[in-house]
Each structure stands twice: as C-alpha cells, then as structure tokens.
C-alpha cells in the first residue's frame, strides 16, 4: 500500500454537544464497504443542490453508521449548528469516498461546500 493510501485511511473526528457538553467522537478503523453507495447517492444529491427534508433522516442515518453508531440520529441533530448540518452529512461523504483531508478541513473550518467541489476536481 503507497504512503498516500496509508494518510488517507486516517480517522476523522466529529464534535456532537450532548447534555450540555462537548463529545468528540472518531470513526472506527474500519468503514464498511457498503457505505460507500450511500455516500456516492448522498453526495450526488448534495452536490446538485436537491437535498430534500424527506431525506434528511437518512443522510443523518448515514453519518451515524459511518461513525459506528455511537451517537443517534437526535444526539447528531440536536448536537451540531444547524448551519452545518448539511455540511457535516457532506464532508463525512467525503470522508467515505477516500477524500480524507478535505472531510477534516470541512469539519474543522469553516469551509463552504462549493469551495470543496473545487479542491475535489
């Protein structure tokens, strides 16, 4: 396996408020493979501008599997800004599409979903 292989496998984290207080959870060493449709179908839809309400439950869903489950989907709902939260369903997409850099720097600044399509071409 190549050294950029290797990078790319890293981990990335996610900070979820719950109970008042700050968790930061990491995803495990291991994403299943059938997450990746998922992400390629979420971040189709995100991309084009269609992200519809209806499937708001599944696309948080999503973020919780790739994350082991170790939040629910209200603990990530109620537990990020409301302002991210398509941000956070696309970046952890991302992530799942082997793009781990560009999922962290999503999730760690302020990065608008547009300027990553950029950096993904």
Same mark, same amino acid.
């Given at each position: 396996m190549t050294e950029k292989a290797q990078v790319e496998q890293r981990p990335i984290s996610l900070l979820i408020e719950i109970d008042g207080k700050e968790k930061?959870? @990491?995803?495990? /060493? /291991? %994403? /299943?493979? *059938?997450l990746w449709r998922q992400a390629a179908l979420v971040s =189709?839809? $995100? =991309? *084009?501008? #269609? @992200? +519809? %309400?209806? !499937? +708001? !439950? *599944?696309?948080l869903q999503f973020v919780c599997d790739v994350f082991g489950n170790q939040f629910d989907i209200g603990q990530l709902e109620d537990g990020i800004d409301a302002r991210d939260i398509v941000k956070t369903i696309y970046a952890v997409t991302v992530f799942v599409m082997g793009q781990v850099s560009i999922a962290s720097e999503m999730l760690m /600044?302020? @990065? !608008? $979903?547009? #300027?990553i399509d950029e950096k993904k071409s």
């Amino acid at each position: 396996m190549t050294e950029k292989a290797q990078v790319e496998q890293r981990p990335i984290s996610l900070l979820i408020e719950i109970d008042g207080k700050e968790k930061r959870f @990491v995803t495990p /060493k /291991k %994403i /299943k493979g *059938s997450l990746w449709r998922q992400a390629a179908l979420v971040s =189709e839809e $995100i =991309e *084009s501008g #269609e @992200v +519809l %309400i209806a !499937d +708001l !439950d *599944s696309h948080l869903q999503f973020v919780c599997d790739v994350f082991g489950n170790q939040f629910d989907i209200g603990q990530l709902e109620d537990g990020i800004d409301a302002r991210d939260i398509v941000k956070t369903i696309y970046a952890v997409t991302v992530f799942v599409m082997g793009q781990v850099s560009i999922a962290s720097e999503m999730l760690m /600044k302020n @990065v !608008d $979903i547009g #300027e990553i399509d950029e950096k993904k071409s």
